[in-house]
C-alpha cells in the first residue's frame, strides 16, 4: 500500500528536471479534467447487471514544490529514503442526515435493519440517532425528535467512549453548545512555511448554497495536494478549495461524519513528516499538530476520529505506534511515560498496570494517565514495522489493526489491551474493515487474497482469490448487503476491482481444524471477553485461562495451512485501471474508484444515469 516509488519522473529539460534549472523554476498549476470514455471496456456485468462508467474525473498530482529536493539516485535499488505516497484516497461526505441502508443495532441483536423506513431507529444507540420525523438538525447534531437528552449520554448497548474514566479528558464545555470551535488560524492567510499555497473558489459560497442538500462532497489527497470537490455540480473539475503543502506529502485523511453540517466540517489530515492537520473548510482555518513531529516523527499511514468522541482522533505512524490526539491541545515533546511503559518482552510476566506477558501492546501513555494537559492523550506500541491500516468495528469497542509484519491485532481500545493476533498467509498486511454487523474483519494483503477473520471464533473463516497483486483497499457495499448476506468490493496494485458476496451459512468452519484448540466459545449475547461492566482501565482478562495456541496466552493464533480453510471466489474481477488502484467506495447509485495516478472514476449501478440506459436500451 506504501509503496515508495521510484523518483518522479519530469520531461527532460523541463522546469522540473532534476539536471536542469537550480534557481527559481515557474510553478506551473495543475488542473484537473474530466472525461466520459465509453464502450464495452467501460463497463462490467455482474448478477445485478451492468455497471457502467459515468465519468473518469482527473484530479492532478501536483508537481514536487521546488524547495522538495529533487531524488537522483541512478541504482534502481537504492533504499534511500523516498517521500512515502499512498496514491489518491478519498472520503464522501453527504450533508444529508438520512441514516445508511444498514445500521449496526447493537450488541444484544445480531441482525442488521433495514433503515430508511424507521425500523433502523434504536432509542438505545446513540451512535447513530437520527430521526425519521425531522431529521438531524444540521446545527447541532442532535436529533430533533428523539430525546432531549445530550449526544453524549452513554445509553444501555453503547460503548462507552474513549478516555471516559478519565475526568482530565472530559471537554470543557462551550459558551454556546450549538457552536463548534474552529481550528486556530486562517488557511488563506497563512504564512507557515508548512503550507505552500491555498487556492479558494472565488464563486466557493455561491456553489455552497447553490447545491443540492443531498450531494456528495469528496475530500482527496494526492501527494502534497488536497482537494476539497462537490461530486453533485456539473464543473466538478473546478476544486472548491486545493492546499498545496511544502515539501509534506498528505497519506490519509478522515472526516467527522457526525459534526458535519453546511455550517462545520472536521478534516483531519495525517502527512508524510508525522505532522496532522486539522483543517475545518467552511470557515478555511487550520490548526497544526504533533509540529515537526514533536511527538512522532515517522509518517502518519492512517488517521481517523474516535467513535463517540468529538476532539480526539487516532493516528497510526509509521514506526508501529498508534497515537491518540486531541484536536485542541498543544504539543509537547513525548518521552513514553515511565509507569505506563512496562512491557518489554514476552516473559515479563504481570505487570502492575495489569497487563499481561505477550500482550504485545507496549503502552507509552495510557488514557488514564494523570497527564493530560499536552498531546498525546494515550501512545501504544504495536511493532517495530509500520502500522499499514487500522479500522473501528461498529459497535466501538475494537480496533482491528494491521501491519507490515504480516499481523491483524484485534484490540479492546477502550481498555487498551490486545484480545487477538492473527498473521497473514505471508508478507504484510494492507487494509482492515468489518463487516456492517461487526461480526467479521476482512484484510487484504501482499499475499494477493482478501482474508474474513470471525470476531467469535477468534480465527480465519475464509480466504478471497481473485487479485494478481496486492490488495489496496476494501469496503462494504451496504446497499446490497442483509443480515444473512455481504457485499463488498476490493481493489488492488493490479488495477483490479473485484466484487465479493459471502453469507454466514459458507463460513462454516470445518469441524476438526486446530484452531478449535485455541477458540473460545463465546456467548451467544457478543464476543465480549471481559467484563463489559467493569470500569475503563481495570484490565482484566476473564479469559487468561484459556490457552492453547503457540504462545499460550489465548492471544496469539497461529497461521491457517491453505488447504484447511475454504476458498471463495469473486462474482467479478475486471481491470478498471492501467495505473495501482487504491481506494474504493459505494454510494447509492454508483462505484467509486481511484487510482494512484489520480483518476476517479465513478461506475453508475444498472439502470443508474443516462448512460445506463442507453447501454441496456
Ligand atoms: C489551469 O487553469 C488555470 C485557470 O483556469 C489556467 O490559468 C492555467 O493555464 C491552467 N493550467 C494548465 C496547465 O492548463
Ligand atoms: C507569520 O506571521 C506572524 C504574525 O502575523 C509573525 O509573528 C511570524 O513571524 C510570521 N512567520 C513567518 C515564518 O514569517
Ligand atoms: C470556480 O468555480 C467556477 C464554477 O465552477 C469556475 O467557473 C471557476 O473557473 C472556478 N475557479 C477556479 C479558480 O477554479
Ligand atoms: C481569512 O483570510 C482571508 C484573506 O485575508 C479573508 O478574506 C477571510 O475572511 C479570512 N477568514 C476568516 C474566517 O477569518
Ligand atoms: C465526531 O464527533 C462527534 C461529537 O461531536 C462524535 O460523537 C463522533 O463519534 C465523532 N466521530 C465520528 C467518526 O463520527
Ligand atoms: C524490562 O525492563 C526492566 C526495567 O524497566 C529491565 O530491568 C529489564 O531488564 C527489562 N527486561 C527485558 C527482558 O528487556
Ligand atoms: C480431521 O482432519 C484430519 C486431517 O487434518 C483427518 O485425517 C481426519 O480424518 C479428520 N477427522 C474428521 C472426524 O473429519
Redesign the pocket.
Known amino acids: 500500500m506504501f509503496v515508495l516509488p521510484p523518483p518522479p519522473r519530469y520531461p527532460a529539460g523541463g522546469p522540473y528536471h532534476p539536471g536542469g534549472l537550480t534557481g527559481i523554476v515557474p510553478m506551473i498549476e495543475t488542473n484537473n479534467t474530466i472525461s466520459n470514455p465509453t464502450g464495452p471496456e467501460w463497463q462490467f456485468l455482474v448478477g445485478e447487471g451492468t455497471y457502467v462508467l459515468k465519468e473518469d474525473l482527473h484530479l492532478a498530482t501536483p508537481p514536487p514544490h521546488p524547495s522538495e529536493a529533487p531524488i537522483v539516485n541512478p541504482n534502481p535499488l537504492a533504499t534511500n529514503p523516498q517521500p512515502a505516497t499512498a496514491g489518491t484516497k478519498l472520503s464522501l461526505v453527504s450533508l444529508d442526515q438520512r441514516p445508511p441502508p444498514f445500521v449496526y443495532k447493537g450488541p444484544a441483536e445480531s441482525t442488521l435493519s433495514l433503515g430508511g423506513s424507521g425500523v433502523a431507529m434504536n432509542e438505545h444507540q446513540n451512535e447513530f440517532r437520527y430521526s425519521t420525523e425531522g431529521g438531524m438538525s444540521s446545527e447541532d447534531g442532535r436529533g430533533t425528535s428523539t430525546s432531549d437528552a445530550p449526544t453524549a449520554s452513554i445509553t444501555l448497548g453503547s460503548a462507552p467512549a474513549f478516555g471516559e474514566g478519565n475526568a482530565l479528558l472530559m471537554p470543557t464545555p462551550t459558551k454556546d453548545a450549538n457552536k463548534k470551535r474552529k481550528p486556530k488560524n ?1 488557511v ?2 497563512s504564512n507557515s512555511s508548512f503550507i505552500s499555497r491555498v487556492i479558494v473558489n472565488e464563486s466557493l459560497s455561491r456553489r455552497l448554497t447553490d447545491r443540492p442538500s443531498d450531494g456528495i462532497f469528496a475530500f482527496a489527497n494526492i501527494n502534497r495536494a488536497f482537494q476539497w470537490i462537490d461530486l453533485s455540480s456539473s464543473n466538478k473539475q473546478d476544486y472548491l478549495t486545493k492546499i498545496l503543502f511544502t515539501k509534506a506529502h498528505c497519506l490519509c485523511h478522515d472526516v467527522n461524519k457526525t459534526t458535519r453540517s453546511s455550517s462545520h466540517i472536521d478534516v483531519i489530515m495525517g502527512f508524510s513528516t508525522g505532522e496532522v492537520i486539522w483543517w475545518e473548510p467552511i ?3 487550520y490548526t497544526r499538530l504533533n509540529k515537526n513531529g514533536a511527538i512522532n516523527n515517522t509518517p502518519v499511514s492512517e488517521i481517523r476520529w474516535i467513535p463517540g468522541s468529538e476532539n480526539l482522533f487516532l493516528a497510526a505512524h509509521m514506526d508501529g505506534s498508534l497515537v491518540v490526539y486531541d484536536k485542541e491541545k498543544e504539543d509537547a515533546p513525548f518521552n513514553p511515560e515511565e509507569e505506563a511503559s512496562s512491557v518489554n518482552g514476552s516473559e515479563a510476566g504481570d505487570t502492575p498496570n495489569g497487563l499481561t506477558h505477550g500482550n504485545r501492546i507496549i503502552i507509552q501513555k495510557s488514557v488514564c494517565s494523570k497527564n493530560q494537559k499536552t498531546n498525546p492523550v494515550a501512545a501504544w506500541k504495536l511493532s517495530n514495522q509500520r502500522i499499514n491500516a487500522f479500522a473501528f468495528s461498529p459497535d466501538h469497542r475494537h480496533l482491528a489493526v494491521v501491519c507490515e509484519d504480516g499481523t491483524l491485532r484485534i484490540i479492546d481500545y477502550l481498555r487498551e489491551e490486545l484480545l487477538d493476533l492473527f498473521n497473514s498467509y505471508y508478507g504484510g498486511l494492507t487494509c482492515a474493515c468489518w463487516t456492517p454487523d461487526g461480526k467479521y474483519i476482512l484484510t487484504g494483503g501482499q499475499d494477493d487474497l482478501i482474508s474474513i477473520w470471525s470476531l467469535a471464533d477468534s480465527g480465519l473463516v475464509a480466504r478471497c482469490q481473485g487479485h494478481q497483486s496486492w490488495v489496496s483497499a476494501l469496503a462494504f457495499d451496504p446497499w446490497r448487503c442483509d443480515d444473512r448476506n455481504y457485499r463488498f468490493g476490493s481493489v488492488g496494485e493490479d488495477g483490479r476491482l473485484c466484487l465479493w458476496d459471502f453469507g454466514v451459512g459458507m463460513l462454516h468452519r470445518p469441524k476438526n481444524a486446530s484452531w478449535q484448540r485455541g477458540s473460545i466459545s463465546m456467548p451467544a449475547g457478543g464476543p465480549q471477553r471481559v467484563d463489559s461492566t467493569s470500569p475503563v482501565g481495570a484490565r482484566m482478562r476473564s479469559n487468561s485461562g484459556l490457552d492453547g495456541d503457540d504462545d499460550g496466552d489465548g492471544i496469539s493464533h497461529p497461521v491457517e495451512p491453505r488447504a484447511r480453510i475454504p476458498m471463495l471466489p469473486p462474482v467479478l474481477t475486471t481491470v478498471i485501471d492501467t495505473h495501482p488502484a487504491c481506494w474504493l467506495d459505494f454510494t447509492e447509485d454508483a462505484i467509486i474508484t481511484s487510482c494512484k495516478n489520480g483518476h476517479v472514476r465513478t461506475w453508475n449501478r444498472p439502470g443508474k444515469g443516462a448512460a445506463a440506459q442507453a447501454a441496456t436500451a
Open positions: 486562517n488563506t492567510k470557515s478555511q482555518r
